[in-house]
């Protein structure tokens, strides 16, 4: 096959385009400099020409100055330029007007091999017949890069003597030359290769030249790598390197999808990879095990072999890749996942949080009443290790392992009251975990009647240790609606002694008289200087104070020292509570319970809460207060608010978490894949002839079409199409000499410009180059070089852009070329490029406690006003979320909700890893022709990403796209 006309036919490498900074230098000036003594000054112009014969210029005297002053140098760097060079040049005569019509009418014409090439095929010969192993391994390399049978086959003999070199560099090289030629001309050129091969494959020693040699026996002569196998099987396949390993996991992967028949060859030496010391080896191994048997001695190794790859292993990215491998077994083979669900816990101890979260992922679907105790207790220790560390990881690592100890007890409630204890001591710490306790304890309590009796005095004995607000109301909620009859009074008594005396005030603390009685004592001593000398020194020595021991019990400081108006309002509703239960009158009790509620009204009338949102619902807690002490005091009131206040709160924690529960996932339920659309070029697949070579087991046939498709991701075209015509920017006009238009791919932390350039002149354009700026946090890694455009022709150009956060950012530039006609310098200003932060965006999903807390700590935030023409709430959230492609958190109103009022909160995180928030609140007012009013406000730990989203919703959020 003779070779195409162009020099990116010969070209399989790329130089940086600094190497010519300053412009390339004519033919007569690389010529000049490649006459020089110097080195250096050759090692630059020859790097100028490859250069310029990559941009389009012919240079035809170049060829013979490098043949007489380059291609016997012994300098190192300029040899390899020689062979960077040699790939470029073109190696053929052009061909004449008669060769050109013969060859479009359909002939074959031979082309003639410059006579230079005589020259330049001595100077490779002597380089394989060289002392210096390098220089010989170096033109091996080279060789297995020339396609041209006229070049390589007077080197064969050459190629073949390197064989036996005693140098390993020499030789595996050589093997990989033999397979190359072999490949590429068959038995013309090596009528004997496999044989030769096969000889050399039985008498190496080296780990990368038996490699190299049985990869050539593969793809060439699938007889002798067999037999060679088959020699060798006894021996052990781990002698022989992790290299040579993996390719006889290719080779049985082939066989075994051509002939399913031959899976039993292959068995033995399968299970012997599976203990190879190399992780990529066994990994291999275990995938290609399973996909040729489904049998549960197979299945089963495979799994033990995931199990030791995932504990044996620190990179992360490994842990993931096995944890996905045991996610996919675990569909088919459930209970043999089941059997190593402890081996898989083990893993829990990596400092990842994403590797906690997939294994807890894995572990939670493999629990069964078998191994659920076994897992608790696990799952307790990892808790009680991560209570030790108060890292930011350790937090996430400790609502993870709550979550997953919630789902057990949910499963299976004969371990509820096990982990409970454990957790209960997780309500006196600081941060959020103890809210997400508390709401599992609730939630035990309400779904486990019987577990009520136990838990309740568990409870109640924690509560003087709990010095979180929110956990102080969800606890003093669970005591005033779980409470029997039979104890509520014990509960109203310890409720009481921690609330403490009325009225709410503070006392002021006296200092003890001793305190100023004691005065500093003068104390003299002698100490020694650093010159040895004796000096005495005199200093006051006073007694440490003692710290005074604050012994208020907490649930009294939250209300009178921190003002917290809601758990005193849920403190008034407990006592009412406990006080209905009473099984008879009770006056004392009663009595307390009204001077509580009316200290509650005094400090609601202060108006001394620290918190803005507190003081608006001061009014609603007088209101509040007053109807329990109605309650209290009137039997009428008393006789029709105690039903609802004693039985309606459970049925709405029931309801609450019924939804929460249809809202999960179910795991039970397969989801329907949905059908590809099938493409007009979409290979044609019959079953009756593929049957024989696709029924070995999960065997992954890559000439399936749908194979294909998935590798490709391609398996939904019209979407790809359509998101890539979006991407497409016109970069200048058509009435330029030069059209540019831009294909923009953002793949995460890179961006890749495809500049398509065309010349719309009858000229020729020389140095034709794309100069590109950036603005914002991006990063040219790769330039575009200058090339030559010939008349009416075409070109792409590549481009590369870092991207290192979530910023809204722009691309601009220009485009610089030499008109050959007139010897003129243009210059054509380019389009900008308005980088969406959409690209970036991705929807995700957390828990309402997980996004208060973020919504309190993260300090930009971004307030949009509301603006828009759509008259629907529904509809304007709807719209925000797919313009902002975010998660909505808050459940969405019915069709048939007649509310004027919408409150929803919105999640999303960039493939940075930073957390966006938004908060919707808008309204539907009557008074202004029944338009939208509100805010949006966007709160993130980075400013970039908060006004960058803001921008985003003021540019949308106007009105509804129109429908195509």
């Not at 005589?118 to 100077?123: E, G, K, M, S």
């Not at 000096?535 to 604050?550: N, R």
């Not at 803005?612 to 207060?625: H, I, P, T, Y």
Request: proline residues 4%.
């Amino acid at each position: 096959m003779a070779p195409a006309n162009s020099n990116e036919s010969y070209c399989t490498f790329t130089l940086a385009s600094d190497v010519t900074a300053g412009g390339l230098p004519s033919e007569e000036e690389i010529a000049k400099d490649l006459e020089s003594s110097d080195n250096g000054v050759k090692k630059h112009a020859l790097k100028a020409a490859i250069m310029a014969m990559l941009g389009g210029e012919a240079m035809p005297r170049i060829l013979m100055q490098v043949i007489r002053f380059c291609i016997n140098s012994d300098d190192k760097q300029l040899k390899k330029l020689c062979m960077l060079y040699w790939e470029v040049v073109p190696k053929y005569q052009e061909l004449t007007g008669e060769e050109l019509l013969e060859q479009a009418a359909g002939n074959h014409v031979s082309r003639k091999l410059l006579p230079e090439m005589i020259l330049v095929c001595n100077a490779l010969m002597n380089d394989l017949n060289h002392p210096n192993e390098y220089v010989r391994g170096s033109m091996l390399r080279f060789l297995c890069k020339v396609k041209d049978e006229e070049i390589l086959g007077p080197l064969i003999p050459s190629v073949k003597n390197c064989l036996t070199h005693r140098h390993s560099y020499v030789r595996k090289n050589a093997a990989l030359a033999v397979f190359h030629a072999h490949k590429l001309h068959g038995e013309h050129l090596l009528p004997d290769a496999s044989e030769l091969i096969a000889q050399f494959l039985a008498a190496e020693t080296d780990l990368a030249s038996r490699r190299n040699a049985f990869l050539m026996l593969l793809h060439e002569n699938e007889a002798l790598a067999f037999e060679f196998l088959g020699q060798h099987m006894g021996d052990g396949m781990g002698k022989f390197g992790d290299g040579f390993c993996l390719l006889v996991l290719e080779l049985t992967r082939r066989v075994c999808r051509r002939d399913p028949t031959q899976k039993s060859r292959f068995v033995r030496v399968l299970f012997q990879l599976l203990s190879s010391n190399s992780a990529a080896v066994s990994y291999e191994a275990a995938w290609t095990l399973v996909s040729l048997s489904s049998s549960p001695t197979a299945v089963r190794a495979a799994a033990v072999t995931y199990t030791n790859l995932l504990n044996g292993q620190t990179d992360n990215n490994i842990q993931l890749i096995v944890l996905e491998r045991l996610e996919t077994l675990q569909k088919k083979h459930s209970k043999i996942v089941q059997e190593l669900l402890m081996d898989i816990l083990r893993a829990l101890s990596s400092p990842n949080p994403d590797i906690c979260a997939k294994v807890l992922e894995v572990a939670m679907e493999a629990v069964t009443a078998r191994n659920v105790h076994e897992v608790v207790t696990t799952l307790k220790r990892e808790l009680q290790k991560a209570l030790q560390d108060d890292g930011e990881k350790s937090v996430g690592v400790r609502h993870l392992l709550v979550d997953s100890i919630h789902d057990c007890a949910k499963k299976f409630p004969q371990v509820a009251e096990s982990v409970v204890g454990l957790l209960m001591e997780l309500l006196s710490s600081a941060d959020r975990t103890s809210l997400q306790v508390a709401m599992f304890v609730r939630a035990i309590i309400q779904e486990h009647p019987p577990l009520r009796p136990t838990l309740l005095p568990k409870l109640l004995g924690s509560l003087g240790d709990i010095t979180s607000p929110p956990v102080m109301c969800v606890t003093l909620w669970i005591l005033g609606e779980y409470s029997t009859a039979e104890d509520a009074q014990e509960v109203f008594d310890d409720i009481v002694k921690e609330v403490g005396s009325t009225p709410f005030v503070v006392a002021e603390e006296k200092k003890p008289e001793s305190e100023n009685g004691e005065a500093p004592k003068l104390v003299t001593k002698n100490v020694v200087l650093a010159d040895g000398t004796y000096a005495t020194q005199t200093s006051y020595s006073s007694a440490k104070p003692v710290e005074a021991s604050d012994n208020t019990p907490k649930l009294r400081k939250m209300i009178v020292t921190h003002g917290d108006i809601f758990v005193a309002e849920t403190l008034a509703a407990s006592l009412t509570k406990l006080i209905l239960l009473f099984p008879s009158p009770d006056k004392p009790r009663t009595a307390q319970a009204v001077l509580i509620l009316c200290a509650i009204c005094k400090l609601a009338e202060s108006n001394n809460t620290p918190s803005m949102a507190q003081r608006s619902s001061l009014s609603d807690c007088q209101e509040r207060c007053s109807m329990c002490c109605r309650i209290l005091l009137d039997p009428k009131t008393r006789e029709l608010l105690a039903p609802i206040l004693l039985n309606d709160g459970k049925k709405q924690l029931a309801a609450y978490l019924k939804k929460i529960a249809q809202a999960q996932p179910q795991p039970q339920k397969k989801v329907k894949e949905v059908a590809p659309t099938t493409q007009a070029d979409d290979l044609i697949h019959f079953r009756q002839l593929k049957s024989l070579t696709v029924s070995a087991g999960d065997v992954v046939d890559l000439d399936d079409g749908a194979d294909l498709a998935r590798a490709t991701g391609y398996d939904t075209a019209n979407t790809l199409w359509n998101e890539e015509l979006s991407h497409c920017y016109p970069l200048s006009g058509f009435a330029d000499p030069v059209y540019a238009e831009a294909l923009v791919t953002v793949h995460e932390y890179d961006i890749v410009l495809e500049i398509l350039v065309i010349n719309r002149t009858s000229n020729t354009l020389a140095n034709l180059a794309v100069e590109l700026s950036t603005m914002g946090d991006m990063k040219i890694v790769e330039r575009p070089q200058a090339h030559t455009l010939g008349p009416l022709d075409q070109m792409t150009i590549r481009a590369s852009i870092k991207v290192s956060s979530t910023e809204t950012g722009h691309i601009f530039g220009s485009i610089v070329y030499t008109d050959m006609s007139t010897q003129e310098q243009k210059l054509i200003h380019l389009n900008d490029i308005h980088m969406d932060i959409m690209d970036y965006i991705r929807p995700a999903t957390c828990t309402d406690e997980l996004f208060r807390s973020m919504w309190a700590e993260f300090e930009w935030e971004n307030k949009v006003a509301i603006a828009t023409s759509i008259g629907n709430l529904n509809e304007f959230l709807t719209h925000i979320v797919d313009s902002t492609k975010m998660k909505c958190l808050t459940s969405r109103p019915s069709e048939n909700n007649t509310s004027n009022f919408l409150a929803a909160n919105l999640y999303a995180r960039s493939v940075f890893g930073e957390d966006a928030l938004v908060n919707v609140s808008v309204e539907k007012k009557e008074d202004n022709d029944g338009k939208l009013a509100g805010y949006i406000r966007i709160r993130s730990k980075t400013q970039g990403i908060a006004l960058s989203l803001g921008d985003r919703i003021t540019s949308v959020q106007r009105g509804l796209p129109e429908k195509q």
